[in-house]
């Protein structure tokens, strides 16, 4: 497989998964990159790795520019291991390579991802030397390891950025001018809520730190990199890691057995609709957490509901919760309502809003509770009540 040029003895080296429809989690529709980098200097320098079922794939794009073999050194931005995955393998051809990771937390795990070899911890503002070029090391502690760090350029300007900027696309394109833009957004923004919302804090110091480089490039870890629309997504990074919330976007999410805590659900979104803010519908039966949190990240307003299942919550609810709950900030002061029906006991519905208020939302209206099938009464009380409450 071939390397691909970004700039003179610059190549992207990494490998394209068409297939990955699960990332710990993360419900990859489109799929995934993993992105890796060749300078061709007086050093020869490769910036991170694939996962090791890459292997062969990135050796492949590595030789068809040098032979392995002359790898000097090896930059190691985050240990994870669709980063460092296929390092060892890498290693087997240039035992004497040079790793350079992050110190102290990279340099403290790095054998257990990458084996036993001697590695090179760098600190914040450490330049590596590489012939004409230089690389300049910043660590972003918790963006999202505590490992985790870019590296920069100056003489290319360009940000080798791993999983910050990143997003989940397979794609033969490697740049955002080369790829559709609200596709591109789209996915930024899911990767943004599932992986960095809950550093919101870290991403603010990266973008303080980025806001002092002169950039042309973000090379990514994770799907297209950066040239033409980069005030975009640091824009857009800097209003989702303040948690910015739209007043006019709701979620109403929920799971439901024979229909009746779906018919609150509608009922609950007119409401909201009514009042001119625009609702998505989550069916946890057929969409993905991962996508709700892609809404939530900017939605103002959030109404969970689960029918009691055996005196508790729908799995479902319970893992879409349990997934939220992991990600959200502290703080957060979005706007939660917990509804339901029930059957005799009706315990899902304390058990949601109890959650909700574990992850620091305000409770906008008191839990709606509604004993089997609603009633075209029941539905206009709660429509009429939600109303009041907007
Ligand atoms: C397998 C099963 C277990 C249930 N367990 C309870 C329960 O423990 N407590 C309760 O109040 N209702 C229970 N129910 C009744 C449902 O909560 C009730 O039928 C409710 O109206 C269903 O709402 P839905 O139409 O949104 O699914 C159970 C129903 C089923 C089918």
């Known amino acids: 497989m071939k390397a691909i040029q970004i700039r003179d003895n610059i190549y992207w080296v990494g490998a394209i998964d068409w297939s990955v429809r699960n990332f710990h989690g993360y419900e990859t529709g489109r799929g995934s990159t993993y992105n890796a980098y060749l300078i061709i200097d007086d050093k020869i320098t490769l910036i991170d790795s694939t996962k090791k079922e890459f292997s062969a794939e990135i050796l492949s794009r590595i030789s068809s520019v040098i032979d392995p073999a002359k790898i000097d050194y090896i930059v ?12 060892n393998d890498i290693l087997q051809y240039c035992p004497n390579a040079q790793i ?49 760090m870019v590296t920069y350029c100056p003489e290319e300007k360009i940000l080798f950025s791993n999983d910050g900027f990143g997003q989940h696309l397979a794609t033969n394109e490697r740049f955002d001018d080369e790829f559709d833009y609200s596709i591109l957004m789209h996915e930024a923004k ?14 603010q110091t990266t973008l303080k730190t980025v806001a002092n480089l ?3 490039m973000i090379l990514t870890g994770h799907g297209i990199s950066w040239r033409s629309h980069i005030k975009d997504i640091l824009d857009l990074y800097n209003k989702w890691s303040n948690f910015e919330a739209d007043e006019h976007k709701a979620l109403v999410v929920f799971d439901s057995m024979w229909h009746s805590t779906e018919l609150i659900a509608k009922t609950i979104g007119e409401a909201f609709n009514a009042k001119g803010i625009s609702t998505k519908y989550c069916d946890l039966k057929v969409v993905h957490y991962s996508d ?7 939605s103002e307003y959030i109404a969970v509901g689960s029918p009691t299942l055996n005196n508790n919550m729908m799995p479902n609810v319970a893992a879409f919760l349990c997934y939220l709950k992991g990600l959200t900030p502290k703080k957060s002061n979005r706007k939660a309502l917990a509804f339901g029906s029930y059957g005799w006991g009706g315990q899902s519905i304390a058990l949601v809003q109890k959650e909700l208020e574990e992850i620091g939302f305000d ?7 509604i004993a ?4 075209d009464e029941d539905l206009d009380n709660i429509y009429n009540s939600i109303i009041e409450k907007l």
């Open 76 to 87: 190691c931005n985050h240990l994870e291991a669709d980063h460092s995955g296929s390092m």
């Open 100 to 148: 350079f990771v992050s110190q102290p937390n990279g340099l403290k795990n790095i054998a257990k991802f990458c084996g036993e070899h001697s590695y090179n911890g760098v600190k914040a503002g450490d330049t590596l030397n590489i012939g004409k070029r230089n690389l300049t090391f910043v660590p972003v502690p918790m963006l999202h390891w505590p490992d985790s």
């Open 190 to 203: 899911k990767y943004y809520a599932n992986i960095l919302m809950l550093y919101g804090r870290q991403a």
């Open 214 to 216: 002169d950039i042309e």
């Open 292 to 298: 709700i949190v892609t809404d939530f990240l900017d």
């Open 363 to 369: 409770i906008f209206h008191d839990m709606i509770r």
């Open 372 to 375: 089997n099938q609603p009633t």
